[in-house]
């Protein structure tokens, strides 16, 4: 089966573990709980080119181990207020692994408050942006959808079945 590797990089409550969570689960869980140990989740998905593996890698803040952990792409999450501090980890990640694939988000979409800024100056062209959320669902797919194309070269590669554990189906909704 063909696996790739995905690292959240993120400040404090932008989201990284709710986001994680949602699509492992199906559940979205109010109370915030700090992520204290580097650790990875297993996600598969039926695709277009078969049975897809995502190990994700999701970060504590406070903890340099992610810098060795070595991934093909990187999901990068922003809010309102916490910017400059993912952007502090995510340029710490990007000097060691220059190569690696970015796809940002800006999380917690549904809250809009204030609304999302579009000439933001951590948001570049050269990266693909999406405005996310672990509860609404909103464009809940589409960063996974971004890495999948990219890194396997098939712009029109989807997912064509359910996520086999949560059965949600989650990547038709946007
Ligand atoms: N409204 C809203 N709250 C969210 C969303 N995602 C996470 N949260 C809340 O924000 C807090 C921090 O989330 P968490 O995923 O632990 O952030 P992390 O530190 O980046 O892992 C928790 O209280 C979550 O319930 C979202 O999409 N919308
Ligand atoms: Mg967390």
Known sequence: MQSYTILLIGGHGTGKTS??????????????VPTLILGSTSLKFHTSLGLLNFEVFDCPVDDQKYLEQKCDAVISFYTN?????TQKLLD????????????????????????????????????QTYQVSGKSLYNYGKPFQHIMRSLSGDKTATFVFKNIETLTDIFCQN
Do not use: M
């Open 19 to 32: 986001f994680l969570e949602r699509h492992k689960t199906g559940d979205f869980k109010k109370e915030y």
């Open 81 to 85: 207020e916490s910017h400059d501090q």
């Open 92 to 127: 710490a990640y990007i000097k060691i692994h220059p190569d690696v694939l970015v796809v940002t988000v800006w999380g917690l979409c549904d809250k809009n408050d204030p609304p999302f800024d579009k000439g933001h100056k951590y948001l570049t062209k050269d990266k």
